[in-house]
T-cell receptor, first 115, second 112 residues
Framework: EAGVAQSPRYKIIEKRQSVAFWCNPI?????LYWYQQILGQGPKLLIQ????????DSQLPKDRFSAERLKGVDSTLKIQPAKLEDSAVYLC?????????????FGPGTRLTVT | KNQVEQSPQSLIILEGKNCTLQ??????????LRWYKQDTGRGPVSLTI?????NTKSNGRYTATLDADTKQSSLHITASQLSDSASYIC???????????FGTGTRLTIIP
């Protein structure tokens, strides 16, 4: 079974530039999550999708971050404009509700460096 | 406020030795507690998941314990290997909304 795929793996941008990350969840997983993991900290949930609807985006900085999951499969997370404090690893995870609730499978992450 | 605290922050042990990582939480209402292993540059991978009624669960050389009364958990690693070098994250799930609260992790380094 293929895991959660993310791209790019690494990205370096200057502050005030824009960046987008892509995630392809495990086939059949209805729930998709985006997390931000700052160095030395645990992941922080940014947004949770159930199919193509948003379940929780309470910690998403909506003035600069946006995310979509138009067809209920792939998802993109965008930052515009980026700030220095956005430097972090952005993890995508997916889960299949109906078996083990909330057993989340994580992708390898995208490491973003804002200079 | 829901919190998960882990100790120690970092640990260095010799290959072949055992070690125990600690996790204290204040998440309520409680649904389940899981331990994740996160290799450098990789996403977290689930090691064990324990519900309220489970006191211990093993996955190979990894054994997790849960004391729901004192809200404490531990992860014991037996006969450590170089590949065990990673961050170990304790995560607690809320009953009802299944929101996850992550600890900051313990950085474990195994030296030959």
């Amino acid at each position: 079974e293929a895991g959660v795929a993310q791209s790019p793996r690494y990205k370096i941008i200057e502050k005030r530039q824009s960046v987008a990350f892509w995630c392809n969840p495990i086939s059949g997983h209805a729930t998709l999550y985006w997390y931000q993991q700052i160095l030395g900290q645990g992941p922080k949930l940014l947004i949770q999708f159930q199919n193509n609807g948003v379940v929780d985006d309470s910690q998403l900085p909506k003035d600069r971050f946006s995310a979509e999951r138009l067809k209920g499969v792939d998802s993109t997370l965008k930052i515009q404009p980026a700030k220095l404090e956005d430097s972090a690893v952005y993890l995508c995870a997916s889960s299949f509700r109906g078996t083990d609730p909330n057993e989340q499978y994580f992708g390898p992450g995208t490491r973003l460096t804002v200079t | 406020k829901n919190q998960v605290e882990q100790s120690p922050q970092s640990l260095i042990i010799l290959e072949g030795k055992n070690c125990t990582l600690q996790c204290n939480y204040t998440v309520s209402p409680f649904s389940n507690l899981r331990w994740y292993k996160q290799d450098t540059g990789r996403g977290p991978v689930s090691l064990t998941i324990m519900t309220f009624s489970e006191n211990t669960k093993s996955n190979g050389r990894y054994t997790a314990t849960l004391d729901a009364d004192t809200k404490q958990s531990s992860l014991h690693i037996t006969a450590s290997q170089l590949s065990d070098s990673a961050s170990y994250i304790c995560v607690v799930s809320n009953f009802g909304n299944e929101k996850l609260t992550f600890g900051t992790g313990t950085r474990l380094t195994i030296i030959p």
